[in-house]
């Protein structure tokens, strides 16, 4: 069983910098972040190993996201630069035994989520 909590999130401007932090409990998955705007679906954001490498990104973010992971303290990051209005969602962590990928299916274990509003 794994837990996990974010934390970080809040009230941010336009082209400002934002590092999400989340914390597992329980043994080693591959992580995942994924954002829900209002009235759309889920997207997934980018993931990394249960090793911290060979992160992937959605396209959207390229350049502008950086995922990590600090093994020892169980805590993967999200650094997001250049944020824009569009970028306001919930922002949730989410763990996989299988994939560190964009099939939001294949992820077990779910934080609750955390807002991050973006004003201009």
């Known amino acids: 069983q794994v837990h996990l909590v974010e934390f970080g999130g809040g009230l941010v401007q336009a082209g400002d910098s934002l590092r999400l932090s989340c914390v597992a409990s329980?043994?080693?998955?591959?992580v995942g972040w994924f954002r829900q705007a209002p009235d759309k679906e889920r997207e997934f954001v980018a993931g990394?190993?249960?090793?911290?490498?060979?992160?992937f990104y959605a396209d959207s973010v390229k350049g502008r996201f950086t995922i990590s992971s600090d093994i020892a303290k169980n805590t993967i990051f999200l650094q997001m630069d250049g944020l824009k209005p569009e970028t306001a969602a919930i922002y949730s962590c989410?763990?996989?035994?299988?994939?560190?990928?964009?099939?939001?299916?294949?992820?077990?274990?779910w934080g609750q989520g955390i807002q991050i509003p973006v004003s201009s």
């Open positions: 990394i190993t249960s090793t911290g490498s060979q992160p």
């Open positions: 329980g043994r080693a998955y591959h």
């Open positions: 989410t763990a996989s035994k299988v994939t560190w990928n964009n099939n939001q299916h294949l992820y077990d274990y």
